[in-house]
Structures are given as structure tokens and as C-alpha cells.
């Protein structure tokens, strides 16, 4: 069964930084989409980031400028970099690539 295991989120302060990582078991990340969700306490989930098969990276107007995705194939890992971050950042993060989801991981950003 392929499944995803996020890492990296944690508490962080107004303005600061983390680094979110996905890591998947047997999957092909060159082939498949790949992006990240955000559920924000409350509220629905929000899809953040996206990541084509192609390399096309597109963002929600909630993250341009601040967050950055990526992947690293050969290491079967998806990234998110999240920079200058707000207090409305704080919630669950959760990857998928291609069909394929995580559990989430929660960030935490504290005034």
C-alpha cells in the first residue's frame, strides 16, 4: 500500500520559517502531480501549492511570494518551504502525490 509520511511542521513564531516534507514509498513522483493542502482550525481545506508531473508550480493567492514547493524524485520527497509566516498559517498540512495522501502534519505560528 503507498502511502506518504509528512515531517517538519512544529511551532514557530510570527514572521519565521519551516520546511514541510513528504516522503512517499513507492511512488514515481516525475509522473505524478503532487501538491499541498492547508485546513486552517474551523475552516475547509484549502489547496496551497501544486506541483505538475511537467514542473508547472502553481500557488493560492494566500501563500504566492511566502511559500515555495518542490520535490526531490531521486528521494521520493516533496517539499513545502514556508516563509514569513502568519498567524492564519497555523492549521494542518497535508501532501498527496498523484493519488496517493498523508496524514498531516501541524504548524503551529504563534504571535
Known amino acids: 500500500q503507498v502511502h506518504l509520511v509528512e515531517s517538519g511542521g512544529g511551532l514557530v513564531q510570527v514572521g519565521g520559517s519551516l520546511r514541510l516534507s513528504c516522503v512517499g514509498s513507492e511512488i514515481n513522483f516525475r509522473l505524478k502531480n503532487a501538491g499541498w493542502y492547508h485546513q486552517a482550525p474551523g475552516k475547509q481545506r484549502e489547496l496551497i501549492a501544486t506541483?505538475?508531473?511537467?514542473?508547472?508550480?502553481e500557488y493560492a493567492d494566500s501563500v504566492k511570494g511566502r511559500f515555495t514547493i518542490s520535490r526531490d524524485s531521486a528521494k521520493r520527497t516533496l517539499f513545502l518551504q514556508m516563509n514569513s509566516l502568519k498567524s492564519e498559517d497555523t492549521g494542518v498540512y497535508s501532501c498527496?502525490?498523484?493519488?496517493?495522501w498523508g496524514q498531516g502534519t501541524q504548524v503551529t505560528v504563534s504571535p
Open positions: 506541483i505538475a508531473a511537467g514542473g508547472a508550480k
Open positions: 498527496f502525490v498523484g493519488s496517493a
